[in-house]
């Protein structure tokens, strides 16, 4: 008899995302004239067509596939060296990162679980709450947390507290963790950190031998210059932190899937018997026996990102989606609902009317106003009493959402 793994069924009953989905499928197959009046708001997935640049370097691509002397097979597991001395020239120019630092893979959620598999047990991992529900779940596959308790939250891990009070970014704990799960812009809340904030969390990670897990999937939509939009901005950040980016969010790569990690030579851990261990080298390891690399055309479309047109053409996507922000955070504000995010992130975190749970408004949202959001409770017990609405969608939609919201919350 093969035996599964049983941390799996710690797992609460469904992944958050599937389960909206579910929902709103049966809400639809029982409410069939009113299904086409659906908008999706909760998934944070795009909505535009990709840049332009991208489409042209991904045909190129194709094309090179269909001719021999131009065919690519197997590339290498690392990414073309194309893309990632790309990604060191633009976002990371200036920050002493090296292209064979870069690591191309097919998307952040992937990488964010898959960088488990270079730690060992044993390590005191700490998540901020809300908090997006991939890092939570992944280190319940891994066996690295105990039972949930009444609330959901798992024994085994520090919880880091995210509320209004703190403006959404987690202090620093009193105690020793090993690993820290950083997300900004936050998903889900919209927060971002300041300089100052990243330095602490920085120190922090240097003082305790810890690893920052820093996930910036969204810093294309930084509008404020004195943001950080890598964590190797910081000081001392290339001893303590691994970065995660995505091409999905700026370049609209959500069906197309790419993405990178960045892991500088410079940060280790322990070997648990004194000595210390490269982590660029155990990534590199499990890259090229776990994955054989993203697509050739693909990686040709994501270095066009980086062109003069690629830039200005993910800058037009980004004044689209941070333009609806702006309409449905001042929509969710008019009628008094407390409203977070949505200045550098795509994400709008609205407090819950009085007296309504965050599942209670995703029903009263969907089956009174016919528009998704997401319940705040789906990203951990901290947030209950919120729901997210993104902003991800086109501009006749998110009119049509804020007028909705007035009306039903007015």
Known sequence: MAIINANFLKLKAGYLFPEIARRVRAYGDANPALAERII????????????????????????????????????????????RQAIVDNPFAGLGISADEVFISDGSKCDTGNILDIFGKG????????????????????????????????????????????????????????????????????????????????????????????????????????????????????????????????????????????????????????????????????????????????????????????KAQVAALINHYMGNAKLLREACAAVGLPVFGGVNAPYVWVGCPAGLSSWDMFDKMLSEAQVVITPGSGFGFGGEGYFRISAFNSRANVEEVCRRVQALVG
């Open 40 to 83: 999706r708001c909760g998934i944070g997935d795009v909505t535009e067509p990709l840049p332009a640049a991208a489409v042209e370097a991904m045909h190129a691509g194709v094309a090179e596939m269909a001719c021999r002397e131009t065919f690519k097979g197997y590339g290498p597991e690392q990414g073309y060296e194309f893309l």
């Open 123 to 310: 390590n005191l991992i700490a998540i901020t709450d809300p908090v997006y529900p991939v890092y939570v779940d992944t280190n319940v596959m891994a066996g690295n947390t105990g039972e949930a308790d009444a609330k959901g939250a798992y024994g085994g891990l520090v919880y880091l507290p995210c509320n209004a009070a703190n403006g959404f970014v987690a202090d620093v704990p009193n105690e020793h963790v090993d690993i820290i799960y950083l997300c900004f812009p936050n998903n889900p809340t919209g927060a971002v950190a300041t300089r100052g904030q990243l330095e602490a969390w920085v120190a922090y990670a240097r003082a305790n031998d810890a690893i920052i897990l820093f996930d910036a999937a969204y810093e294309a939509y930084i509008q404020d210059p004195a943001i950080p939009r890598s964590i190797f901005e910081i000081e001392g950040a290339r001893e303590c932190a691994i970065e995660f980016r995505s091409f999905s969010k700026n370049g609209g790569f959500t069906g197309v899937r790419c993405a990178y990690v960045v892991i500088p030579k410079t940060v280790s851990g322990s070997d648990g018997m004194g000595g210390r261990v490269s982590l660029h080298q155990l990534w590199s390891r499990r890259h090229s026996t776990k994955f054989n690399g993203a697509s050739y055309p693909v990686q040709k479309a994501a270095a066009a990102v980086f062109s003069a047109e690629g």
